[in-house]
């Protein structure tokens, strides 16, 4: 990259990436060419399809100012590793587009550090990028792979499914309340709430398992009314949801009535947990998978042929159901 014939900042560009991002990545065999020619070299296989995904986060869109740095990393790829598992694939490798207003090495290996603690903890390579000057914003692309016929789509699902999610949510719906100041979260219960908005789950090994299980799944980025009504949309079918199955953590009791709590699992974004849809003949395999794999999912409701969306038991109220950019 070049911004003018300038250098982004006395640390020059190259050594930049060199110091921060080549040299903390992890290694894997099927990088035939990694970070520093024009483009990387990947190995792909036989009878699997690529899955490739892209996220950016803007600085004032996404996330405010004082976000910290190894923060910002770790979500952006966290995101990113979200639609992968929500398409049931194995993560490989992953792109980092960083625009930066300058260049400063304490923020850099805070970044690094955050980026790098989620790529190990699934063997991910870094293998490109680029580096620009100009309002602080970050786009990673991720990419995977998923056995022929394994893809787990929006589309597939059928009326007389259950519909299943992983984790608790609306954790991050109160997380970003609590950044932004306009809510009080009991002191005990702000290490949790934070670490789920600041730090997502990506559920990989989940959307792993749910291969031959599933008939269809989403990542819940825009909140559960929105996303299910994505593969209610591409399914041409309709749900009804149990707002008293609605799995809701300690800390969201702690601090909401249950009317509220249950509206942010309804509507808040960003908890990325997956929803996925489940023949009722294949609960019962589900259930030992999941046991097996030490993994947790909470049936919150059924599909019906009647389109829309029926909440059951729910007596509270709902805001906005997703962010939308332009709307
Ligand atoms: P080009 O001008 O050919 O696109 P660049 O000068 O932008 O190459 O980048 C040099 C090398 O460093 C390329 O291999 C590119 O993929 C990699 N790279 C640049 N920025 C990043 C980054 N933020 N993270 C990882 N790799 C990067
Ligand atoms: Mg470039």
């Given at each position: 990259m070049r911004a003018n014939g300038k250098?982004?900042?006395?640390?020059?560009e190259f050594s930049l990436i060199k110091t921060y991002f080549e040299k903390n990545t992890p290694q894997r065999d099927d990088v035939a060419l990694g970070i520093g020619d024009d483009a990387a070299l990947l190995r792909c296989m036989p009878d699997q399809l690529l899955v490739a995904t892209t996220d950016t986060l803007v600085e004032g869109v996404h996330?405010?100012?004082?976000?910290?740095a190894q923060d910002l990393a770790y979500k952006a790829l966290a995101i990113n590793l979200s639609d992968l598992a929500a398409m049931g694939a194995e993560p490989l490798w992953f792109t980092l587009a960083l625009t930066l207003p300058q260049a400063d090495p304490e923020w850099l290996q805070a970044f690094s550090q955050g980026l790098f603690q989620l790529a190990q903890q699934f063997h991910m390579q870094l293998v490109g990028g680029d580096t620009t000057r100009g309002p602080l914003s970050l786009t990673i692309q991720a990419l995977g792979r998923v056995p022929e016929k394994q893809a787990l789509r929006r589309q597939g699902a059928q009326a007389g499914d259950i519909i299943y999610v992983s984790g608790t949510l609306g954790d991050a719906g109160l997380g970003l309340a609590l950044v932004q100041g306009k809510i009080a979260v009991p002191e005990a219960a702000q290490p949790f709430i934070l670490e789920r908005f600041y730090r997502p789950s990506p559920r990989l090994a989940l959307g792993q398992a749910l291969a031959g299980i599933a008939n269809a799944a989403i990542d819940l980025s825009d909140g559960l009314v929105a996303d299910l009504g994505h593969i209610l949309e591409c399914s041409q079918v309709g749900a009804q949801i149990w707002a008293d199955k609605l799995p809701l953590s300690t800390a969201m009791r702690e601090t909401l009535s249950l009317k509220e709590a249950q509206a942010l699992a309804l509507s808040a974004g960003e908890d990325y947990e997956l929803c996925f849809t489940v023949p009722q003949e294949k609960e019962g395999i589900l259930l030992e998978k999941l046991k097996s794999a030490g993994l947790t999912c909470t049936a919150i409701g059924i599909l019906q042929a009647h389109k829309g969306i029926e909440i059951k038991g729910f007596f509270g109220t709902l805001q906005q159901t997703g962010y939308q950019h332009f709307r």
């Open positions: 250098p982004i900042h006395h640390l020059n996330f405010p100012k004082e976000t910290a």
